[in-house]
């Protein structure tokens, strides 16, 4: 199982706060994770310490800025879509993410920020996915990946996660996976209760959690 050390969440004017919020909530509460695991304290990272308005209006008073964050390999880093991502507001944070790919640090990008990870050419030689490929290569004129684009929700390759801003669920669902934090069968029912809202995943939800 992987020990994650500290989870990042880069938040930012715009950010889309809704396509993180299943994830969020589950790696800070830690309620559905297995017995032996902590739960997981969100570090909050800003491009500086001032505050910042997400796309729901609520306002969000940055842990550390960019300049601060240190990505080593168990750590994560979450990196919610928004309006902004061809700024190059974001250069000095998606330098530091691209130097942390072969470190083995989780880089979990959903939306928009998807289009960064393109920016950079870090996705020109991996599966991934994104709102829509034709967007992609519209707006990332130097994107070469089309060969490896997934037309799927969510996609994980190696320590990377991609997703469409339309999947926060899937998204939320392979990061989980990769963070190996619930067992199986509690993801599995996780997953179905929210999916479906079919109130016997919740009992297979709750039973999977249950003391021996």
Request: charge should be negative; proline fraction near 5%.
């Amino acid at each position: 199982m992987m020990q994650t050390k500290n989870v990042y969440l880069y938040v930012f004017d715009t950010m889309s706060d809704w396509e993180i919020g299943y994830l969020t909530a589950e790696l800070n509460s830690g309620r559905y994770f297995r017995k032996e695991v902590e739960p997981l304290q969100i570090v909050t990272v800003g491009v500086d310490k001032h505050p910042v308005t997400t796309m729901g209006g609520l306002n969000i008073l940055p842990h550390i800025s960019v300049d601060a964050c240190e990505l080593n390999s168990n750590d994560v880093i979450i990196l919610p879509g928004g309006n902004t991502w061809l700024d190059t507001i974001h250069d000095p944070l998606l330098r530091k993410v691209a130097a942390s790919v072969e470190k083995g640090t989780v880089i979990a990008a959903i939306c928009g920020a998807t289009v960064g990870l393109a920016k950079i050419g870090m996705l020109d030689s991996i599966q991934h996915t994104s709102n829509d490929l034709g967007y992609l290569k519209m707006i990332c004129p130097d994107y070469t990946g089309e060969t490896y684009y997934q037309t799927e929700p969510a996609v994980t390759v190696g320590n990377v996660v991609t997703a469409s801003g339309i999947a926060p669920l899937e998204f939320t669902m392979h990061v989980l996976k990769l963070l190996d934090v619930f067992a199986p069968e509690t993801l599995k029912a996780w997953y179905n209760l929210y999916q479906t809202q079919e109130p016997t995943y919740f009992y297979e939800l709750m039973n999977s959690i249950a003391p021996e």
